[in-house]
């Protein structure tokens, strides 16, 4: 059974940097994606990043795109997620999923879509202040 453990959410001002992690157990890394998405108070889910472990291909959503680097260390069974110039916009509970995949690569616009998912993290909340 997959397991994801998440850490690294905190408090942090606007401009400042935050580092979430997402450590798998269970998990098939060479046939396997790991997504990122977060949800506000009173909002929906969204999306944000992406990377497929067996190729290392990622994708970002276009409100993160250039601040937030996802990556992964396969070796350790960890995804990260690394939150540059942060804006009380992104003030959030963080997510990280996983799913199997059975030769095609996730991407923002199929996350979106994606109806099952192997595992889910207990989730980080990231608050940053104005």
């Known amino acids: 059974e997959v397991q994801l453990v998440e850490s690294g959410g905190g408090l942090v001002q606007a401009g400042g940097s935050l580092r979430l992690s997402c450590v798998a157990s269970g998990l098939d890394f060479d046939n396997s994606a790991i997504a990122w998405f977060r949800q506000a108070p009173g909002k929906e889910r969204e999306a944000v990043s992406c990377i497929n472990l067996s190729d290392g291909s990622m994708d970002y959503a276009d409100s993160v795109k250039g601040r937030f680097t996802i990556s992964s260390d396969n070796a350790k069974n960890t995804v990260y997620l690394e939150m540059n110039s942060l804006k009380p916009e992104d003030t959030a509970v963080y997510y990280c999923?996983?799913?199997?995949?059975?030769?095609?690569?996730?991407?923002?616009?199929?996350?979106?879509?994606?109806?099952?998912?192997?595992?889910w993290g207990q989730g980080a909340l990231v608050t940053v202040s104005s």
């Open positions: 999923a996983a799913v199997r995949t059975w030769g095609y690569r996730l991407t923002i616009s199929t996350m979106t879509k994606l109806q099952r998912w192997d595992s």
